[in-house]
């Protein structure tokens, strides 16, 4: 069992950044793939950027591609997204996930979940 923790949301206003973190209870957090999502009201979950497990490849969305940065520290079993040039449209509940197996970009294909950190972009 993965437990993940995210802290970082807040209210940013358009243009800002943000950095969210995620602390993860495995102990052998370079063998899991984390991944962040993103639901807004009314909207399904969006997969954001992962970082594959053993490798910490990343990978993104086209909506986030160069604006949102994945990292990991497996030292400290934490995964971060840096968010540059938010926009209104960023605004929703973000989501830290973790899966055993390769990068993945389904929801479904997650097991292990956060309780979500609001991010709030006002124009």
């Known amino acids: 069992q993965v437990q993940l923790v995210e802290s970082g949301g807040g209210l940013v206003q358009a243009g800002g950044s943000l950095r969210l973190s995620c602390a993860a209870s495995e102990g052998t957090f370079s063998t899991v793939t984390v991944a962040w999502f993103r639901q807004a009201p009314g909207k399904e979950r969006e997969f954001l950027a992962a970082?594959?497990?053993?490798?910490?490849?990343?990978v993104y969305a086209d909506s986030v591609k160069g604006r949102f940065t994945i990292s990991r520290d497996n030292a400290k079993n934490s995964v971060y997204l840096l968010m540059n040039s938010l926009e209104p449209e960023d605004t929703a509940l973000y989501y830290c996930?973790?899966?055993?197996?390769?990068?993945?970009?389904?929801?479904?294909?997650?097991?292990?979940w956060g309780q979500g950190t609001q991010v709030t972009v006002s124009s």
């Open positions: 996930a973790a899966r055993r197996g390769t990068t993945a970009r389904g929801a479904n294909e997650y097991a292990y």
């Open positions: 970082s594959a497990r053993i490798t910490d490849i990343p």
